[in-house]
């Protein structure tokens, strides 16, 4: 039961009966550390609607809750704010309600509806970098709080597999790679199809600068380069399908799969469908043809079509070519549709995707609504800013990306390194040393990513994010491992109904009122598409059991009651420290 739900009741019931309005909402906060009360009743947004003086209205409304609600002990009010004291043994009363209670705050499923969550969506000509890396952990955190919300969900991804881009790669590849193979080379099958990417930049580049110095415009140039030539000629001979090009395409964009899969496999992020591009590309031609007929597009003089959006403040958008040839715009209309054929429970999917692709999803969702598609009206862009380092942005074709994989390995050994500085893993053998940095070396990647709002953009640090203060992963960990510690010292001290006329200190009754958030949260979290509400919930959760433990004591109590319920508090924080760690794909430790 939810304090504020019933506080929320009985405020508009006092309203209604002492000045006869229908307060239409009810506002709450955290009651300031400096006045005494567990939740804050916010009076001002009440004199819209009820006149006169806002500390005679909260005196007031005070007194009926006092009256009609066995929870509120007292109160108090300081201006506009009613501060609500709530019996001890409401906390208790709620603790024993789910101290066995497994996924404590989850929804079960429901039975009708899904969502489909799409996310990495990687090009095949180069590796994973660190922008992928946000796009895979929003994207698979998001898929794992819409399931804890009580939502069906598939994971999915459009894995960009044909164009110029991957030709590039194909055609340096062919002329500088002497049959070079994953196998033959040691290198991860993505790294090496990336490293043709970089190397036919290296010799276009070269030939523009050739063109210009013998005169040649630098436009004319850049369009005439014999290796660009030569690509586009290759694109070409995969859309007619060239046997010997569509070998040497299925060949590469394997190695690049393979690798892909090491790299998902090591970030701890999974999928349920695939879909290629090679496999979509044409779609939405028919869908747009039909829209054609039915008004929805218009055809220009040139033969292209296009949908006018002026009136919704855009603009004309181009859906098909005067060559009747596809653009990005068709795919994704097929695409989409495609997904709710195969899966006809959908009603609703969330696009993991880079903010520079905002208008791009305004057109788009314009677009299927316009078409007619009930279930547009759920489609939702998960725009995300971009991760920067101290360094500077990164950069494809010049091979100055932070790879995935080399930031992963980089994160374990700054793990490891402040670790050892830290003697956290003290006694531990080499082989539980390297699982431990590891995990914390991901879990601070992760965290840090995830506990800033997905619209702004990061500064990436990675020294900063290991640190075990402050609001970092590995602080979090540790205090989980802290819990761990305290268990198997209070061995023998077993599980029971906690007496609820038992006195509580402070400590322990913010703690309650903390795990009594968790629910409350994932839904906010779901509605909002946002992991930062569980990633901060999870540290103010940790900040408020380090305090308590500090103050309280656990282990040395004598008292052989409170010593118990300390014990299962305790238990219970670090249960919901791993559900809510789990929900962003972060593992916790049981020692450190």
Same mark, same amino acid.
């Given at each position: 039961m939810n304090i504020?739900?019933?506080?929320?009741?009985?405020v508009k019931k006092a309203a209604s009966s002492i000045?006869?309005?229908?307060?239409?909402?009810?506002?709450?906060?955290?009651?300031?550390?400096?006045?005494?009360?567990?939740?804050t009743v916010v009076i001002f947004p009440m004199l819209r609607f009820i006149k006169g003086n806002p500390v005679e209205i909260?005196?007031?409304?005070?007194?009926?809750?006092?009256?009609?609600?066995? &929870?509120?002990?007292?109160? /108090?009010?300081? !201006?506009?704010?009613?501060?609500?004291? *709530?019996? =001890?043994?409401?906390?208790?009363?709620f603790f024993n309600a789910i101290q066995d209670e497994e996924d404590y705050g989850y929804v079960k499923t429901s039975s009708t509806g899904a969502s489909m969550? &799409?996310?990495?969506?990687? /090009?095949?000509? !180069?590796?994973?970098?660190?922008?992928? *890396?946000? =796009?895979n952990l929003l994207g698979y955190s998001v898929a794992e709080i819409l399931k804890a919300s009580g939502k069906n969900v598939y994971k999915t991804q459009i894995i960009n597999d044909r164009g110029i881009h991957i030709c590039k790669s194909m055609l340096a590849w062919q002329k500088f790679g002497d049959g070079e193979t994953p196998e033959s080379s040691g290198l991860k099958g993505d790294h090496l199809v990336g490293k043709y990417y970089v190397a036919f930049?290296?010799?276009?580049?070269?030939q523009i600068s050739e063109k210009i110095a013998n005169g040649v415009k630098k436009e004319k140039a850049e369009k005439e380069a014999p290796i660009l030539l030569e690509a586009q000629e290759m694109l070409r001979k995969w859309e007619s399908g060239d046997d010997e090009v569509v070998a040497l395409w299925k060949k590469m964009n394997g190695w690049v799969y393979t690798g892909f899969d090491v790299t998902y496999k090591n970030l701890g992020v999974d999928f349920d469908t695939l879909y290629y591009e090679s496999n979509t590309y044409l779609l939405g031609r028919d869908v747009v043809q039909d829209g054609l007929e039915r008004g929805v597009f218009f055809k220009k003089e040139d033969g292209s079509v296009w949908i006018d959006l002026t009136d919704e403040g855009l603009d004309e958008k181009i859906v098909l070519r005067s060559d009747g040839t596809a653009v990005y715009m068709t795919q994704d209309i097929g695409t989409a549709i495609q997904r709710v054929t195969d899966h006809p429970d959908i009603n609703g999917m969330v696009y993991t995707v880079g903010n520079e692709q905002d208008y791009h999803f305004k057109v788009l969702f314009l677009i299927l609504k316009k078409l007619g598609y009930d279930w547009a009206k759920q489609l939702y862009h998960l725009s995300y800013g971009m991760v920067d380092l101290p360094s500077g942005k990164m950069k494809s074709r010049e091979g100055t990306v932070v790879d995935a994989d080399d930031l992963m390995v980089n994160m374990t050994n700054t793990a490891a390194k402040i670790s050892k500085e830290q003697g956290k893993l003290e006694g531990y053998s080499e082989e539980e040393k390297q699982k431990f940095y590891k995990i914390i070396g991901l879990a601070a990647l992760k965290y840090f990513i995830l506990k800033v709002d997905p619209k702004k953009r990061i500064l990436f640090n990675p020294e900063e994010s290991v640190e075990f203060q402050g609001n970092t992963g590995p602080f979090i960990q540790y205090t989980y491992a802290r819990i761990q510690s305290i268990l198997r010292k209070a061995d023998g001290v077993g599980a029971s109904s906690v007496d609820t006329?038992?006195?509580?200190?402070?400590?322990?009754?913010?703690?309650?009122?903390?795990?009594?958030?968790y629910p409350e949260t994932i839904q906010l979290a779901a509605e909002s598409y946002s992991p930062a509400l569980i990633a901060n919930y999870t540290y103010d959760?940790?900040?408020?059991?380090?305090?308590?433990?500090?103050?309280?004591?656990?282990?040395?109590?004598?008292?052989?009651?409170?010593?118990?319920?300390?014990?299962?508090?305790?238990?219970k924080v670090g249960e919901v420290i791993q559900s809510a760690f789990k929900l962003l794909g972060i593992d916790v430790p049981e020692r450190m």
């Open positions: 504020q739900h019933v506080l929320t009741t009985t000045f006869n309005v229908d307060l239409p909402s009810v506002e709450f906060q955290p009651t300031r550390k400096d006045f005494e009360g567990d939740v909260g005196t007031k409304i005070g007194e009926y809750l006092q009256e009609n609600v066995d &929870e509120v002990a007292k109160f /108090n009010v300081v !201006k506009g704010f009613l501060n609500v004291v *709530i019996n =001890n043994d409401f906390y208790l009363k969550v &799409e996310y990495s969506s990687p /090009n095949t000509n !180069k590796p994973l970098h660190l922008g992928h *890396i946000r =796009n930049d290296k010799a276009y580049k070269e006329s038992l006195a509580l200190h402070e400590k322990e009754k913010e703690l309650l009122k903390q795990l009594q958030l959760l940790a900040k408020e059991f380090n305090s308590f433990y500090q103050l309280v004591p656990v282990l040395p109590e004598v008292d052989k009651k409170k010593k118990q319920f300390r014990v299962q508090l305790s238990r």
